[in-house]
């Protein structure tokens, strides 16, 4: 498939290593993800957008001397806007969109990173599902049982890794966006704290404040150092997450000392949890404990009944203001314009009043109290990554015309991913064990606000226990 045999034998860092001792250029790793795209895509229907000239160019306009210099890099079609580029929203309404006129910040920093931009993935209509099947560009699937679901929003971002296609993609969470496909596919999904990536100069916050940007990759040192080249306040930002002591690389490359863990299983909304995820969210329990921590069941004293409400009273009102968004249209997307549940979540969200907003606002945030209050006396919370590995493509389906019964599919589904997405706490999903059908099964990991060094430090020192990389799916 490409002159660079061993292409898949790395993660992100370890190309750019390769790079920067000269044994390979920049142009033959994008070659060499290029031509996975050509090979593998067509099953998994990840890609949407192909960018291989733009690459091409920025490598011959020569690459920054940054810490992933030459890697290969996609970018998912929702937030983040690219300079000349369009982006869809995986949505047919918005798929004439002009072409941005600059970069984000985000893109700028992972540009000046040494990251070659070569494609944007594919993901649901403005991310309100945690699959990828959008009505515009079709169904992305898992590599792993092309059956089966991806996760979503960022579904393509997680495909095109785990068909190892790339090491790493850019990747965005607003109800589990990140960590649900990374769950799905195998791989190592954080979800940061609230607004330690910049939205600028676009937004303020994504979401209500419930949405932030970052990436799904093979290893968690690849995660650190991704958010070190991207963390910090954008010009203009309503807020910003406090700063770390040091780089988050160096997190990862440190013994997380003896940690205070806490567990549980219960949902906050009562979705009920398949055995094979609490056989696995058991075993690290019992792991963690192996390698000296002292963990204990313990669940968290919060307003669980509020956790998906209060999120579909921010998603519902938020959709109201995104469909009027279309640069070009000058008008609002029309019934039938869009996908039936983006629809549905418009016309709830028409409904709610400005008290109702500040109200959801006031949870969210006595959400994060009540966290904040559990984590005085707990370092990290693990729970169970899903309620159970990927399910069947169309399950989960935006034309359902029963708003309800599709917002209970997708939180029974993945009934502890939101309520972190409120708080606004780092959460970290890895990719810790396998179904008896060889289906990829997680557990999720949970910080302090603002305290992602502890999470990857503890995700450094499960990975080296229970290492995942060498695991890739026969597609």
Not at 28 to 40: G, K, Q, T, Y
Not at 209 to 238: C, F, I, K, M
Not at 244 to 259: F, I
Not at 372 to 396: R, Y
Request: hydrophobic letters at 40%; a neutral charge; charged letters at 20%.
């Amino acid at each position: 498939m490409s002159a660079f045999a061993d292409y898949e034998d790395y993660d992100a860092l370890g190309l750019a290593e390769l790079v920067r001792r000269k044994e390979v250029t920049p142009t033959e790793l994008l070659e060499a993800a290029i031509a996975r795209v050509e090979a593998r895509n067509p099953a998994i229907n990840a890609v949407t957008m192909k960018l291989y000239d733009h690459g091409r160019q920025a490598i011959a306009a020569g690459l920054p001397d940054g810490p992933f210099r030459g890697v290969p890099f996609l970018m998912k079609d929702l937030t983040s806007p690219i300079a000349g580029v369009r982006m869809t929203r995986g949505s047919r309404f918005f798929a004439d969109t002009p072409p941005a006129e600059a970069d984000s910040e985000h893109v700028r920093r992972l540009r000046r990173a040494g990251l070659v931009i070569f494609g944007r993935t594919n993901t649901c209509e403005l991310g309100l599902s945690l699959t990828c099947e959008p009505q515009l560009h079709g169904p992305t699937r898992n590599p792993w049982d092309t059956t089966r679901i991806s996760g979503g929003s960022s579904g393509g971002a997680a495909a095109a890794v785990a068909a190892r296609i790339l090491p790493a993609a850019h990747a965005s969470d607003g109800f589990g966006s990140i960590r649900a496909p990374a769950a799905c596919c195998g791989l190592v999904g954080l979800k940061p704290t609230r607004n330690r990536n910049t939205f600028a100069p676009y937004a303020g916050e994504g979401l209500g404040g419930v949405s932030t940007e970052h990436a799904v990759t093979l290893s968690v040192r690849d995660s650190a150092a991704l958010l070190d080249a991207t963390r910090g306040a954008g010009p203009g930002d309503p807020y910003t997450a406090p700063p770390p002591p040091r780089a988050y690389r160096d997190e990862a490359n440190t013994p997380p000392g003896r940690l205070k863990i806490a567990w549980t299983a219960k949902t906050p909304n009562g979705a009920r949890v398949e055995p094979e995820c609490l056989a696995t969210l058991a075993d690290t329990v019992q792991l963690c404990i192996d390698l000296g921590h002292d963990v204990e069941e313990r669940d968290p004293a919060i307003d669980g009944a509020a956790v998906v409400p209060t999120f579909l009273t921010l998603a519902a009102a938020n959709t109201v203001v995104n469909l009027a968004s279309h640069p070009a249209a000058g008008r609002p997307a029309r019934e039938g314009e869009v996908e039936r549940i983006t629809w549905l979540t418009a016309q709830r969200g028409e409904k709610i009043s400005a008290p109702d907003y500040v109200r959801a606002t006031q949870i969210a945030h006595r959400l994060g109290r009540q966290m904040a209050s559990f984590h005085a006396d707990w370092d990290v919370l693990l729970t169970p990554g899903l309620a159970s590995p990927a399910v069947k493509l169309g399950w989960i389906d935006m034309m359902l015309d029963d708003f309800d019964e599709y917002w209970r599919r997708v939180f029974h589904f993945s009934p502890f991913t939101v309520w972190f997405n409120l708080t606004g706490q780092p959460a970290l999903m890895l990719p810790i064990a396998q179904s008896k059908a060889g289906l990829p099964l997680a557990v999720q990991c949970v910080g302090r606000y603002g305290d992602e060094a502890t999470l990857l430090r503890l995700g450094a020192q499960l990975e080296a226990a229970r290492p995942w990389f060498a695991r890739k799916p026969a597609l």
